[in-house]
């Protein structure tokens, strides 16, 4: 999925941080990560590589108590 598709289905992000490494860099390809309230996105180029939760689904449950 591209950046403008990602865009345009879960709106803007609440930030857009810089690719690393920088374009033209010929030892890696520049990821990009926007940040949702929620999860991040990363990119490769322009194209989504992986999706990410911020915090862990399980995080609250009490491991003693099922």
Not at 36 to 63: C, I, Q
Request: charged fraction near 15%.
């Amino acid at each position: 999925m591209s950046m403008a598709n990602v865009e345009h289905i879960f709106g803007a992000p609440l930030q857009k941080l810089p690719a690393v490494p920088e374009p033209g860099t010929k030892l890696h390809p520049p990821i990009t990560r926007w940040i949702y309230p929620t999860y991040v996105v990363y990119f490769e180029y322009n194209y989504v590589v992986h999706t990410v939760l911020k915090a862990h689904p399980f995080k609250n449950v009490d491991p003693n108590n099922p």
